[in-house]
């Protein structure tokens, strides 16, 4: 970004980037220090009951990235919206042979923006309104 | 609570169980009053895309509450993770005949804390480790 400086909205998005990196790396050591140290976090993968402690929370990533089976994936249509010091990145995650939608939670820590929060479930509707009683999930 | 200051913990959490009372009631004008009117907010509903401004969700809403096969919830497992102005409640829903999973985020806004985000996703395992190579979500 030429001549601009960057916004936080720049540095949420690209820590949420980084975040894609890590996993479809399969980088432990990048995705242990994407999440905040002091600050409390929780984590819903697709499917689970929500992990509520960073132990729980990092041995669930060590067993995803350790997991040879664990898809590829990729992030698209991101957006960041910044709170002061926390923001929320809405995000739809490609994966082998499905979408996932997610949110993604960033808390200003350190002077860094560091994950406390990520929940991803399937996606699948993409067009119309919301409507709970009228699809397959309720 | 006698003798004791209800804490930001406790206000989240409180608003947080009027979400679900808004909701289960089909109360419209609650759950208006629920959501940030200056604060951007999102919403991704079970399977659906992620709506990212206040008319969108606030139109999903109205169609889920007139929805007669709307179905009843309960929130059970609430807890809260206070950042400051912004706190991250996880909890789970149970609906007539399976049980989401939940991320509602609060924003203080007009010395209130009022929903910026809501994400549910279905519940599909409860113990052990998540593993986003072993489930079928993935």
């Not at 050591?29 to 990092?58: F, K, N, Q, T, Y």
């Not at 990235?65 to 809405?90: F, K, R, S």
Request: aromatic fraction near 6%; glycine fraction near 6%.
């Amino acid at each position: 970004m030429t001549g601009q400086a960057m916004t936080d909205k720049d540095r949420v998005l690209s820590a949420n980037l980084e975040f894609y990196r890590a996993f479809t790396l399969r980088d432990v050591a990048a995705m242990e220090a994407l999440w905040a140290r002091a600050l409390p976090v929780s984590c819903i993968h697709p499917g689970w009951m929500a992990l509520r402690d960073r132990d729980s929370v990092m041995r669930s990533w060590h067993d995803i990235l350790a997991n040879p089976e664990a898809p590829h994936i990729m992030c698209h249509d991101e957006e960041a919206m910044v709170y002061g010091d926390v923001a929320v990145v809405t995000c739809e995650e490609a994966l082998d042979d499905n979408t996932l939608v997610a949110t993604n939670i960033f808390a200003r820590e350190d002077d860094a923006w560091r994950l406390v929060h990520h929940q991803a479930g399937p996606l699948l509707m993409r067009a119309g309104h919301a409507g709970r009683g009228a699809n397959r999930l309720n």
